[in-house]
Structure formats: structure tokens, C-alpha cells
């Protein structure tokens, strides 16, 4: 069965611009999580959604929110971007979020603020 | 904030030779997670965990948790080329979110 699909793969965006990020789970998985990731913080919970609700939020600024659709597909955005914004973000899926049988990770987006 | 800390940071061996990577963690956890990451790519998860375990293996994995000490070692025996790559440890606390190490990067040389 077909992966976890984030597109796009790349993006360049300059600072006070804002940017759509999206993630296809896995036919069949409700559960979207995104994480954010740098050289300098790691890997960072930034939300999960469950049927269309964010059951969960990791400490970010309310720059960066999400949602997720009656498919599943889910997007983030981040406005007004900033330089430290420039990261790869991953999004994970899995049948209901609850972390019993591990997720699975798109190829994720790197994201490049100008 | 990492919950969880990796030993080593980095990890060179030779192809053949197994490789052992250390996790710590801080809190209760439901499960402790084993994920790969080749260059700067998605994370592929390797091997779960459950709290109330205490060893298990698949392939030529073979993952240890110890909930007394909060942590968790990953064995890698009869390393290859193609197991290059950064190993990441996370843990599952029962909010629906996995709190990663800073990982270990490991590489195999011919």
C-alpha cells in the first residue's frame, strides 16, 4: 500500500511570507501527527489531528497551525515566516495516534526560509 | 525539550562488527520506539517496545528497555554499508506524541 505522501519536497519561502504544508497518511490511518526538525532542536512534537480534531499541540507559537480533512489528508501552515523556521517537517501517520504500533514518516518537507 | 539522551552522539565501526546505541529517558512511558533516518530523509520505524518488556528482537535488531533505570539499548549485530544512518530513540508517554532523542549517527565502514 502507498506511504505517507508529503509534498511539496522543497520549498523556498522568504521571511514575513507564509507557507501550506501537506501530508497524506496511509489509506485507512486516521491519525496525522507533524513534527518539526533541526540541526539545533532535534525532533519537535508540533501537533496531531484524529478525525478531523488536534487532540495534542507541542510548544510552538500560534504562527503555526493545521487541520485535517474528512480524508484524512492533512495540511499545516506557518505564517509569517522566520528565518529559524528553516527546517524539515514530518509528518507521521498511524490508525489512532495512541503510539501502540508505531508510525510511519513521509520523506518529509525541507523548507528553507530566506 | 528531549526527554530522551543518546549514547554515543556518533558511532564509527567496521563493516561486520555489531553496533550498540544507549537510550535514556526521564519520565513513565507506555513504549519506546526505534527509528532510522538515511540523510536528512523520513524516519522509518524499526522496533516497539511495550513498557511491561523487557527484550525484543527482529532481524538482526535486538532492542532492551529497562523501566527501573528508564533505558533502552538498540544492538545492531553484523553491521552492513546500509546501515548507515542516524538512530532515533523516542518514547511514548500516552499523549498522542512521540518526545525523540538527539539520535546516534552511525557508520559502517567498508
Known amino acids: 500500500k502507498a506511504g505517507v505522501t508529503q509534498t511539496p519536497r522543497y520549498l523556498i519561502k522568504t521571511r514575513g511570507q507564509q507557507v501550506t504544508l501537506s501530508c497524506s497518511p496511509i489509506?485507512?490511518?486516521?491519525?496525522v501527527s507533524w513534527y518539526q526538525q533541526t540541526p539545533g532542536q532535534g525532533l519537535q512534537f508540533l501537533f496531531e489531528?484524529?478525525?478531523?480534531?488536534?487532540?495534542n499541540k507541542g510548544n510552538f507559537p500560534g504562527r503555526f497551525s493545521g487541520r485535517q480533512f474528512s480524508n484524512s489528508r492533512s495540511e499545516m501552515n506557518v505564517s509569517t515566516l522566520e528565518l529559524g523556521d528553516s527546517a524539515l517537517y514530518l509528518c507521521?501517520?498511524?490508525?489512532?495516534?495512541?503510539?501502540?504500533?508505531?508510525?510511519?514518516f513521509g520523506s518529509g518537507t525541507r523548507l528553507t526560509v530566506v | 525539550s528531549q526527554q530522551g539522551e543518546e549514547d554515543p552522539q556518533a558511532l564509527s565501526i567496521q563493516e561486520g562488527e555489531n553496533a550498540t546505541m544507549n537510550c535514556s529517558y526521564k519520565?513513565?512511558?507506555?513504549?519506546l520506539q526505534w527509528y532510522r533516518q538515511n540523510s536528512g530523509r523520513g524516519l522509518v520505524h524499526l522496533i516497539l517496545?511495550?513498557?511491561?518488556?523487557r527484550e525484543k528482537h527482529s532481524g538482526r535488531l535486538r532492542v532492551t528497555l529497562d523501566t527501573s533505570k528508564k533505558s533502552s539499548s538498540l544492538l545492531i549485530t553484523a553491521s552492513r554499508a546500509a546501515d548507515t544512518a542516524s538512530y532515533f530513540c523516542?518514547?511514548?508517554?500516552?499523549?498522542?506524541?512521540?518526545?525523540f532523542g538527539q539520535g546516534t549517527r552511525l557508520t559502517i565502514n567498508p
Open positions: 507521521a501517520s498511524s490508525p489512532e495516534g495512541q503510539g501502540a504500533w508505531g508510525y510511519t
Open positions: 489509506s485507512g490511518h486516521r491519525s
Open positions: 489531528y484524529f478525525s478531523e480534531t488536534q487532540r
Open positions: 519520565t513513565s512511558i507506555n513504549n
Open positions: 517496545i511495550r513498557s511491561n518488556e
Open positions: 523516542a518514547t511514548h508517554q500516552g499523549a498522542q506524541k512521540l518526545v
